[in-house]
């Protein structure tokens, strides 16, 4: 008889919001209301949208893989309509925390101009405020479960962002780089803000896009100065360097 090998896990750890839509014809003046001209919902945040993509990849793969999800929801409508979808996409919501008292769901507020396709978003975190490291032992309100960085239970790589407490991310990286079998982890540090040196080393991948990069090296890809017919020279230019900022400080040099 055959022994299957277990299955590659994936652990994301992060946000679930609700998104809020509105479509209108332009934006609204301070004190003014405008009619919209639609409305949509929908499941969000993105911690809860990395969980989906790699349900879905999942899906498709033909080793098999196993997504969990690790984050927390309010205990209404919003929380269980997020929990419901991230199930339909095959990922694991065990360790998704159901908030009480009186804790909202994350929500997002979307307003989108219709002809220019801008955006203005306000979000209010709500239950994804209370995913706290799991450096506070036996804590009612632990929310990083301990079984991640134990070796028979730790998963092949561990995902985050940045819309959850930032000390929660920082916790769990350390956590990870120190265990006994040190788990991987994949960093999207969006929204983007400034992280201490040290965790670079201890980040095995991270994904950022342009903002982000810029926001982090401290690079400016489009100087105010830049000559319109040399702009996709100055920014691979400014890219190498951002890189370069980078690898340096993944490398321990800075």
């Not at 209010?124 to 506070?136: F, H």
């Not at 009612?140 to 959850?164: G, K, S, Y």
């Not at 100065?225 to 800075?254: C, N, P, T, Y």
Request: aromatic letters at 4%.
């Amino acid at each position: 008889m055959t022994l299957e090998a277990p299955k590659p896990i994936i652990a994301v750890i992060g946000s679930l919001n609700y998104d809020l839509v509105s479509v209108v014809s332009r934006f609204p003046n301070p004190g003014e209301t405008l009619t919209s001209e639609s409305f949509s919902t929908n499941p969000g945040g993105k911690g809860a949208n990395q969980a989906v993509a790699a349900g879905r990849i999942a899906k498709v793969s033909v080793s098999g893989l196993d997504v969990v999800m690790i984050g927390a929801v309010g205990n209404d409508g919003y929380g269980s309509e997020l929990i419901q979808g991230l199930k339909n996409h095959g990922v694991g919501t065990k360790d998704v925390k159901m908030v009480d008292g009186g804790v909202n769901t994350g929500v997002a507020v979307i307003i989108v101009e219709k002809d220019t396709g801008e955006n203005r978003i306000m979000i209010d975190p709500g239950a994804n405020k209370t995913v706290v490291p799991y450096a506070i032992p036996h804590s009612a309100e632990e929310c990083i479960p301990n079984h991640l960085f134990q070796p028979t239970t730790r998963p092949d790589l561990i995902v985050m962002q940045l819309e959850i407490p930032l000390d929660t991310v920082m916790k769990t990286i350390d956590h990870a780089a120190t265990a006994s079998i040190p788990v991987p982890v994949l960093l999207n540090p969006a929204p983007a803000q400034e992280l201490p040196p040290g965790v670079y080393p201890k980040v095995e991948l991270l994904v950022v896009n342009e903002t982000e990069a810029a926001i982090l090296s401290g690079v400016d890809f489009f100087p105010s100065h830049i000559d319109s017919q040399k702009e996709d020279e100055v920014v691979l230019l400014k890219a190498r360097e951002a890189l370069a900022w980078f690898v340096q400080r993944g490398q321990g040099m800075l």
